[in-house]
């Protein structure tokens, strides 16, 4: 069993902004938001979300996606972070409700390679999205896509000590369910725990992770 592993959510955590969020108010039509108010609510999963999220985008191409993926950020001190998690030999994944396709092109423009990644699969395939979910799970108490507490449940087996690293939605229920040892938060999720009071610790950038982790 080893020590440790850092868990980490990507839209809105790694990157600067939530990255499908901000590319369907840049692109899809009025009707998105109606879509994501039913996710947010928890009406429908993360699938049925972003499949009729990416439905309401007219004339989808890579061409559009890789338009959209070169405005994005990721967080200042992230590839610092990863440097330092390989020279302390920690291990590190992301743990996504999101898409593959966005993920890998996010990190390949940033030159990272070699993060373990679980998330939904995305194949681009005659102007839409086929999208797969590889960890959905029928006990999924919000019917994600990728269930993270399964993940982050099936985690345990091989690791002492968690730490997750988390902004959002798709946060809330782990942050909830799942027995972290550190739990790191910011906006919408830091809301979240404060109101349901659970024990959390408030981040701004990586920079402030590493500071406490190593």
Known sequence: MKEKIIISDFDGTITKKDTLYHFFKEYASDGW??????????????????????????????????EFIATLELDGYFKDFIELTNKNDVDFIIVSDGIDYFINRVLEKNNIKNLKIISNIGKFSKNSFEITCPMEYKGCKVNSGTCKCKVIENLKKNYKELIYIGDGTSDFCVAENVKLNKLFVKDSLLEFCIDKNIKHTKYNTFKDIADIIF
């Open 33 to 66: 938001m109606t879509v994501e108010k039913l996710w947010k609510e928890r009406k429908i999963g993360s699938k049925e979300c972003l499949i009729r999220e990416f439905e309401l985008v007219e004339n989808l191409s890579v061409e559009l996606i890789e």
